[in-house]
């Protein structure tokens, strides 16, 4: 099968450390949290997390939700996309500005929560 069209992901922990997986366009954030959950990169040790379900994928500022695919992204193929990876267990509300906490991502049109 062609691969052309797969995206490649570089995942961001909280700590800074980083990891490059490539998925399908049809692999959703679940489908995503569960392959790096069953191929927890050597180096991560110290960051593992007891189930996938915990794992949340941040994009440009944003949780996605588990259902949501690559393709429903419009992440170009053949480049590097970044996101984060946390371990929550339940997606935060965002703020009035429809921002995540600094903490998590700083972003310069967010204004503090």
């Given amino acids: 099968s062609c691969r052309c069209r797969d995206v490649n992901l570089r995942l961001i922990l909280v700590s800074g450390k980083t990891q490059d997986f490539t998925f399908s366009p049809n692999d959703s954030a679940t489908?995503?949290?569960?392959?790096?959950?069953?191929?927890?990169?050597?180096?991560?040790e110290e960051e593992q997390v007891s189930s996938p379900s915990i794992l949340r994928l941040i994009f440009q500022g944003r949780f996605l939700h588990g259902n949501v695919t690559l393709g429903a992204l419009?992440?170009?193929p053949g480049r590097t996309t970044v996101m984060h990876l946390v371990a929550r267990e339940t997606l935060p509300e965002p703020n009035s500005h429809g921002c995540l906490s600094r903490e998590i991502y700083r972003d310069k049109n967010c204004l503090p929560v």
């Fill in 31 to 44: 489908d995503i949290a569960r392959h790096v959950f069953e191929n927890w990169p050597a180096g991560w």
């Fill in 74 to 76: 419009k992440l170009p």
